[in-house]
């Protein structure tokens, strides 16, 4: 058994964000970065550095849904439950990397569900998977 | 409507008309035909300026159009889908006018629903063009006039938001400067044939888009699946780690060491202080981070600080390997922060750098030779290697100053008032300064200059590996690969995605056509795809004949220099074309493309690829070419594949 998630390394990101095309692809069959679990914020003119923002499985959104719609998969992942989201928003303003949204097209709050296909495209090494074994517990 | 909700198969389904002279707003829904027969991007550009733009138009009056369109492949996913072209009749070499940039506008604008946006008219005061899904509105832009172009940008970023992608002109275009460009995503340029001074004459300052919808292509599972497999493989190409590493800058050292490298106004072709302003020069002492334009996986973007003594340290991106050269070696700047300074400086008041370090060498060329003095430029001097010469330079023609106002029109205009002898080495052709190769022992690379159609431009062919290949001192048979190339990397302006993976990675047109195909539903195969750029080519050639009114020999031909001056110095050093190898070339590639030996298309040619129209345009005008004696090509250009390098 282990954890997955997404590592950044931000001083390695160019800003291209073929990692949000194939995010959107991957879930909404829809080329649409606003769809994407993740984001990049770009800090420019000064200093000139791109901040890929991913999930940092924190939970808060877990802790924080009314609806008990939201529950933290085996790997890791928090996992939205279509049927029962409310698309309240409770869970956006406690979210630490503003990476949980809603989009007009859907009537659920997006959150990263682990599935990696952002870092099979990353020509950088900026996103990677980052594996922590999880020790059996008695 | 917007957010691609009717649109289908790589469009975003709505084309925009504006008149900004009464501030009229009118949506369409995007003509599909339009796309398909004229590819969007530059090739629907090129055929709503035939079509609409009297001939007799002023490029900066209110019957000039500028065009913005996403094409039909930007914002897909496809790597370097991100260009964005724009259009209008070109005010520096009173032809067609076409730029494109990469960064993040392109796919914008699709996102927000739009595949296009054609303006006319002349705004009564500053205004910004103003795009937020649905909303498309003209805004005041009183507090923007007069901003340089990066200032203006995140100033725009501050009032909007973040997210919204900004470009920009600078004091340059607003003057009217007729190499004026216009600016994206903090260092990215739309910058010859001076799009941005059509900007600027229209007084639209700025364009602000936002988008959140989605692009809905024909299959976008094999989309994925073609593309993903190309990224993949090409991860690991052995030109991959370079262009990651340097971008174009790589090829500064490069085009030195093959003596290509524009030096002091093209007097040479191999400078002695290559490693000052280097690839590696950048990226030891400039660079911050590496910057993609959106879905590209190269990052050829090398966003830099430049930090000069006595001046304030400023960010930019670049310089890429045309600015390094034309604004380096060309200047004679013997370090890469001068050079980099420049390039802000240019980025900032809004003019080409590429046109402006041509001009700017021009100037210094005539100074040299004391065809101006210091009492034309204020008191000062215009020394070769000297930043502050050459900025307060740029300060008199960006505000036409004095002698500012002659280099204000590029350097064809220029030599026209300074005559003596100068018209030799302005060096141009149709009034757009060379890129930033020699062409002198390159003979390919003069033709395409010669050819291009938009004035001297690289980007429509570039053959310095062809002529390194077939012979430098060779010109027969080089035209047929000239016009391949000819029709090959203009199609990627009209689809609206980057051209470098193509030609640096080994990726295949018919990789390309096929990923075209997923996204379209075309179904087409590259031979359509190179005769539909073909059919571009020549409606320009005819637009362009049509408004100069003169065989199209007249205007093929670049600067004396060219052929009376041997190269000096460096690995080249006494080689040089003859004038009558030029006229070999031209007859060759006149033939080549079923045009007259006075340059000018046939009816033949002008017939197999359905522009008949054109035909009668030009026949009234006594320019249609005579029929060829032995008939034309059955296939026009041949295919060549150059090595990458």
Redesign the interface.
């Known amino acids: 058994m282990s954890i997955k998630r997404i590592r950044v390394s931000p001083g390695k990101c160019s800003g291209c964000r073929l990692c949000m095309q194939i995010c959107a692809i991957s879930h909404y069959d829809e080329i649409n970065p606003k769809k994407a679990s993740l984001k990049i914020e770009a800090h420019f003119p000064q200093p000139g550095l791109y901040k890929p923002k991913v999930c940092s499985q924190c939970g808060k959104c877990l802790e924080v849904c009314p609806e008990g719609a939201i529950y933290r998969r085996d790997d890791g992942a928090y996992i939205v439950i279509k049927a029962k989201c409310t698309n309240c928003g409770e869970c956006i303003p406690v979210c630490k990397p503003g990476v949980i949204f809603q989009h007009r097209d859907v009537d659920y709050v997006i959150i990263c569900d682990n599935c990696f296909k952002c870092t099979e495209l990353c020509n950088t090494g900026a996103i990677t998977i980052f594996t922590r074994p999880v020790r059996e517990s008695a | 409507m917007a957010n691609g909700s009717t649109g289908s198969r790589g469009l975003a389904g709505t084309t925009v008309r504006i008149n900004l002279s009464n501030g009229e707003i009118k949506r369409y829904p995007t003509d599909e035909k339009l796309m398909r027969e004229w590819f969007g991007g530059r090739g629907a550009i090129a055929k709503i300026l035939y079509d609409e733009v009297p001939r007799d138009a002023d490029p900066f009056g209110p019957e000039n159009l500028f065009i913005m369109s996403a094409g039909v492949m930007s914002?897909?996913?496809i790597p370097s889908g991100a260009k964005i072209e724009f259009g209008s009749v070109s005010p520096l070499t009173n032809g067609h006018g076409d730029s494109n940039m990469g960064g993040?506008l392109g796919?914008a604008l699709k996102?927000a629903g739009y595949d296009m946006v054609i303006m006319s008219g002349i705004s009564p005061k500053p205004i910004y063009l103003f795009i937020d899904d649905d909303k498309v509105e003209l805004r005041d832009a009183t507090q923007y006039w007069g901003m340089g172009s990066?200032e203006c940008?995140?100033v725009m970023k501050q009032d909007l938001g973040?997210d919204f992608e900004i470009a920009t002109i600078g004091p340059a275009g607003e003057n009217g400067i007729r190499f004026s460009c216009i600016t994206h995503?903090?260092g990215r340029q739309a910058g010859r044939t001076g799009q941005g001074a059509v900007m600027g004459s229209k007084k639209l300052k700025a364009i602000a888009v936002r988008?959140?919808?989605?692009?809905?292509?024909h299959d976008?599972e094999k989309l994925?699946e073609h593309v993903?497999a190309i990224?993949?493989r090409t991860?690991t190409h052995p030109n991959?780690a370079p262009w990651?590493k340097y971008g174009t800058a790589f090829f500064i050292d490069w085009s030195n060491k093959n003596a290509v490298i524009p030096t002091r106004n093209f007097q040479t072709t191999y400078y002695e202080d290559i490693e000052g302003i280097s690839g590696e020069a950048l990226v030891q002492k400039c660079l911050?981070?590496?910057?993609?334009?959106?879905?590209?996986?190269?990052?050829c973007?090398k966003?830099t600080?430049a930090v000069l003594p006595g001046k304030q340290a400023v960010?930019l991106e670049g310089p890429e390997y045309e600015t390094g050269s034309l604004c380096g070696s060309n200047l004679g700047m013997t370090d890469i922060n001068q050079v980099a300074y420049l390039n802000w400086l240019m980025d900032n008041v809004g003019m080409d750098t590429m046109s402006g370090g041509g001009v700017v060498a021009f100037a210094m060329e005539c100074f040299q030779r004391g065809l101006i003095t210091s009492e034309d430029l204020e008191g000062h001097t215009l020394n070769w290697g000297s930043v502050e010469d050459a900025e307060h330079f740029i300060d008199m023609v960006v505000h036409r100053r004095g002698i500012g106002e002659y280099f204000s029109g590029g350097s064809k205009r220029a030599a026209e008032k300074i005559g003596r002898g100068s018209e030799k080495f302005a060096m141009q052709v149709k009034g757009q300064e060379m890129s930033g190769y020699d062409g002198r022992y390159a003979p390919g690379m003069l033709l395409s200059y010669m050819t291009c159609d938009i004035g001297a431009h690289h980007n429509r062919s570039w053959t310095i590996t062809v002529d390194m290949a077939e012979g430098r001192d060779k010109v027969e048979g080089r035209a047929k690969v000239v016009v391949y190339l000819q029709h090959i990397r203009p199609l990627f302006d009209c689809w609206c995605i980057c051209r470098l993976f193509w030609g640096e990675l080994d990726i295949e047109p018919e990789e390309i056509v096929e990923a075209l195909n997923y996204i379209t539903g075309w179904n087409i195969d590259a031979a359509e795809a190179f005769k539909t750029s073909e059919k571009i080519w020549n409606l320009v050639r005819c637009h362009y004949l049509e408004r100069n009114k003169a065989d199209g020999r007249t205007f093929d031909y670049p600067p004396a220099r060219s052929w009376e001056d041997k190269i000096p110095t460096g690995p080249s050093a006494g080689m040089g074309l003859s004038k009558e190898q030029i006229e070999t070339m031209l007859d060759e590639y006149y033939a080549c493309r079923g045009w007259d030996n006075n340059g000018n298309p046939s009816r033949e040619v002008l017939h197999d690829l359905k522009l008949d129209f054109a035909a009668d345009n030009i026949e009234k005008l006594g320019l249609l070419g005579k029929p060829l004696p032995n008939g034309i090509p059955a296939v026009r250009g041949e295919r060549y594949k150059p090595k990458a390098f």
Do not use: R, S
């Open positions: 914002g897909c996913f993040h796919p996102f990066l940008e995140p973040e995503d903090f988008g959140t919808g989605g692009i809905k292509v976008l994925t993903t990224i993949k991860q991959m990651q911050i981070t590496h910057k993609a334009c959106f879905g590209c996986w190269m990052n973007g966003y600080k960010y």
